[in-house]
């Protein structure tokens, strides 16, 4: 069986070599993450859209419900997640502090992780996130091919 890092993305000591969360249970379409979409009205919606563009990525997107919520992975590497919450959704990225950001969408101060707030009726720049969700995945993917696997 394989061992499976749970916790923050990291770099290794000595390396500068990112530890990627990895999840050994990671499907090609969960029917969990679904059912989660439908669970949450207008920010479940909200969600699925953009879940979607992280879906669309690559052949080897896969994915599971991590902490209760839709997590998306290269393999079994996670690079993106999404969140609904009261009043907004987070679009997330596990290496977000590691991408290039030049609209100033990613929030956050953690050493890896950042994430994008949606709230229903305000406008995003479409361009950008879609070009994070890009950024992050291939990042990953990169991080994955380095590493001789993934």
Avoid at 47 to 58: D, H, I, S, V
Avoid at 69 to 89: I, K, L, Q, R, S
Avoid at 113 to 142: C, F, N, T, W
């Amino acid at each position: 069986m394989r061992a499976v890092r749970v916790g923050m993305p990291r770099r290794t000591p000595n390396s500068s070599r990112i530890q990627l969360m990895r999840f050994a249970t990671a499907v090609e379409q969960d029917p969990a993450v679904d059912a989660w979409f439908e669970s949450r009205a207008e920010l479940g919606a909200i969600a699925r859209a953009w879940y979607g563009r992280m879906r669309e990525c690559g052949d080897d997107v896969r994915e599971l419900l991590h902490d209760g919520h839709p997590t998306a992975c290269v393999g079994d590497a996670a690079f993106g997640y999404v969140n609904a919450f009261t009043a907004h959704v987070n679009v997330g990225f596990f290496l977000g502090a590691h991408l290039a950001d030049p609209a100033g969408l990613l929030e956050g101060t953690g050493k890896n992780m950042r994430h994008v707030k949606l709230r229903p009726g305000s406008e995003i720049d479409r361009k950008a996130l879609v070009a994070l969700i890009q950024a992050a995945y291939s990042r990953v993917k990169s991080e994955c091919g380095a590493a001789g696997g993934g």
